[in-house]
């Protein structure tokens, strides 16, 4: 095992009922907050009506409103956003939604407190030592942002999207209520379980340490039972122990616990996919389904024992042959994103093939900064041309 | 899964020579602190010299100490370490060893700031809000102290053996350093890989979710990963890998992660062993593995699911009948505790039979705060008769 640190101090309510519970329990009490989240689905199932309730009854009744949070947030809207918190001079940030919204509260929960440019924040120039406190409301099980410090930004000039990451941008207080996402249709189900499985294998398939029994296990047995709780889900979206299963699920798959002593590790299906969620808006795990097969295959030439025991420890794939074993385990995964609905081709999300070598240059300039540096860009068009249409 | 809450906040730094960053890292700059050891290996494997050389490069200077504690730690040493913390005004605690060590320092911690018995913690009569901040180096695995509330102290006078769990007492910082373990002797290795096996067991099998892969996966996992790692050390005490894979896995083990999720829990075993490593002080881990084999046949009865799903996931037994399935999973189990020198019965302790008795309502009395209420004398003495003698 590799040398590493570990510190995740978010503060975890899990269980049904639990947003009721928000205004006593988040350690807000008579601080002046700003709500924010996305379109009006929470609205429509009730969350955001308990939320407000419960935040009242305990004395939070200063609450700025900042709706408006699209998938894959935008720069411009966090921009607005901070400015919104500086005007109203807002003490505390209540996110209510998937990743996207609680990326985006994490960077106005740090650029409150910030003159600078938050742009810095996601460019690597700017390292915050502080920001606003924040408590989340999970409502989409997938990115992991309700328990770690990373928050992702699309800037809509760019159209670059690029991640941060630092340990005041951790919520102090995450609420995570499995029955608020019966109502989560079963495609945003299938692309927030993708999504986790990327955080899962980023680094068990790139980290750099022989012998990994710990996280090797704990990876294998996190992504069985996200496909477990997945496949019960699309049978019965009211299923409520596989919410809570696969809920839970992805957070412990992107805490911070996979990777601690695995080494330095890279995110290869990250950098490749952030082009395609940034410039086509697609959703980020639909993109994933699409490029993950694609690395992995172009992967298993450098590291097949991996991809073998991969194969064999979650899918019980056994073959005379490792290379073998491991492709066979690829094309299972990928067969289960087509069974979940989530697409395996460029096709499918109808990104022209012809813009592969611009996806390429972009996947590498973003990739200097995460690891992806010992790819051409003949390795990434590679791998792109193999996922532009459904073999 | 059921509902819960997870908060973690100990910031645990990992790897070998990580001991010499312990003043730059632990955030006690200019603090005056109480050095709390036990007897002197550290001395002797230069532990001592490399921490103090460490905090004294980081301008803590005032350092006062406080060796002495034992395996098994007594309520009258920390009482008097209580005065000594009181009386030479420390404002931090450095604990070095293993559990005892860690939960004494607990004790002290909480203590310091408490003007009542502090006996109110064990007896459950006292609820700390406030401690000196603590900081762990771990020099043996097992009791995963160094990443958790809790802390167990054996009253001297009473011979019972109870434990604590409170918020405040999670070390701030842990160092664990696996090079430093290369020393620790074979016995107390597998000890330690016993008790951290016992901690994963209670919640798999007394929890009372039917459906919980993520934790059932995360145990019998780290089941498996202990007992190879184990096995490699045994046959040679400085193989690094298995020494951190050990080290880390039983943090794991008792970080609250592991119950998280499967609902109202027991811990029959603790309950039982306590009474023997608090009368008759053998080593907890030791106590632990003549108990547990015994207590799972007992309870065999009342869930053969569950003890078959074990025997198939951790050792790979497969039996056309479920019971017979899972008696052999006890029996390899208890194998494997034999083959590692760890007693499974009384005698081999020199715990004489006659005392099973007075044993049982021991673990009874002390039962009644930790869920062990469903259980009778007569349950109990079965449980221990059953392991007076090596069968």
């Given amino acids: 095992m590799k040398a590493f640190e570990f510190h995740n101090p978010t503060h975890i309510v899990f269980g049904n009922g639990c947003i009721d519970e928000i205004g006593e329990k988040s350690g807000l009490s008579g601080k002046r907050i700003l709500l ?6 929470i609205k429509r199932n009730g969350v955001y009506d308990r939320i407000i309730k419960s935040l009242t009854a305990a004395g939070i009744t200063e609450i700025v409103e900042y709706p408006g949070v699209r998938p894959n947030p935008v720069l411009s809207h966090l ?4 400015e919104l918190a500086k005007t109203e001079k807002v003490e505390a940030i209540v996110a209510v939604g998937g990743g996207s919204v609680i990326d985006e509260a994490k960077g106005i929960a740090a650029g409150a407190l910030y003159d600078g440019d938050i742009w810095g924040l996601y460019n690597g120039s700017f390292a915050p030592e502080k920001a606003l406190p924040l408590v989340a409301v999970l409502t989409i099980p997938a990115t992991g942002s309700e328990m770690n410090g990373g928050a ?8 670059e999207k690029f991640g941060a990451f630092a340990a005041v941008l951790y919520p102090k207080v995450s609420f995570m209520d499995p029955e608020i996402t019966h109502s989560l249709p079963a495609d945003y189900t299938a692309y927030g379980a993708v999504d986790a499985i990327s955080h899962l294998i980023e680094g068990y398939f790139t980290g750099e340490d022989a012998w990994s029994p710990i996280q090797d296990r704990y990876v294998e047995g996190l992504v069985k039972t996200i496909m477990e ?3 019960r889900i699309l049978a019965n979206l009211e299923d409520n122990d596989a919410r809570a299963t696969l809920m839970w699920a992805a957070t412990l798959a992107w805490n911070g616990l996979a990777p601690s002593g ?3 590790m890279a995110f290869p299906n990250h950098m490749i996919e952030h082009p395609l969620s940034g410039r086509y808006n697609v959703a980020h795990g639909a993109g994933l389904s699409i490029v993950i097969p694609a690395w992995m295959r172009f992967a298993v030439e450098k590291n097949p024992a991996k991809f073998a ?7 019980g794939i ?13 094309d299972a995964l990928k067969a289960w994103f087509q069974k979940i609905g989530s697409p395996v081709s460029l096709a499918e999300s109808n990104i022209p093939a012809e813009d592969i070598p611009q996806i390429a240059d972009d996947a590498l300039h973003l990739g200097k900064a995460w690891g992806m540096t010992d790819y051409s860009k003949e390795d990434v068009v590679r791998i792109l041309t193999s996922c532009a249409s459904v073999k």
Avoid: P
């Avoid at 924010?36 to 689905?41: D, I, L, M, T």
């Avoid at 056994?318 to 690829?330: D, R």
């Fill in 36 to 41: 924010v989240y996305g379109q009006n689905s």
């Fill in 79 to 82: 921009k607005a956003g901070i």
């Fill in 152 to 159: 992702v930004i699309t800037n809509d000039e760019t159209r």
């Fill in 229 to 231: 709780a997945t496949d």
């Fill in 262 to 264: 695995v080494g330095a």
């Fill in 309 to 315: 025991q991969f194969a064999a420890n979650v899918f």
């Fill in 318 to 330: 056994e073959a005379s042959n490792e290379k073998e074993q491991a492709l066979n385990g690829v």
